[in-house]
Nanobody, 123 residues
Framework: QVQLVESGGGLVQAGGSLRLSCAAS????????MGWYRQVPGKQRELVAI???????NYADSVKGRFTLSRDNAKNTVYLQMSSLKPEDTAVYYC?????????????????WGQGTQVTVSS
């Protein structure tokens, strides 16, 4: 069973920084993409940033220039460095993983989510 372990959330003042991490473990043949989403009560979950196995990154317009996504392929871990945090960044942040498993008949694609980590930015 594949598990995603998130860490790094917390309380920070506006203008501060936090670094989130997400490590994937389990029966993974290969990772296709890893990223972060966030959600606040009453609103839909939204994409924050994602990185593909080839190293291409995509960021939400609201975080461009402030957030940086990186990865450690050997550890199947993705990091989200968040700087110049704003109160509107307050949300539960979820790690997302797209991975491939291998069977006798070929490969299968899967996606999963971490449990979420709370980020609170005070004004």
């Amino acid at each position: 069973q594949v598990q995603l372990v998130e860490s790094g959330g917390g309380l920070v003042q506006a203008g501060g920084s936090l670094r989130l991490s997400c490590a994937a473990s389990g029966s993974i043949f290969s990772v296709n993409a890893m990223g972060w989403y966030r959600q606040v009560p009453g609103k839909q979950r939204e994409l924050v940033a994602i990185i593909t196995s080839g190293g291409d990154t995509n960021y939400a317009d609201s975080v461009k220039g402030r957030f940086t996504l990186s990865r450690d392929n050997a550890k199947n871990t993705v990091y989200l460095q968040m700087s110049s945090l704003k109160p509107e960044d307050t949300a539960v942040y979820y790690c997302n993983l797209l991975w491939t498993s291998k069977t006798s008949s070929g490969v299968r694609f899967h996606d999963g989510w971490g449990q979420g980590t709370q980020v609170t930015v005070s004004s």
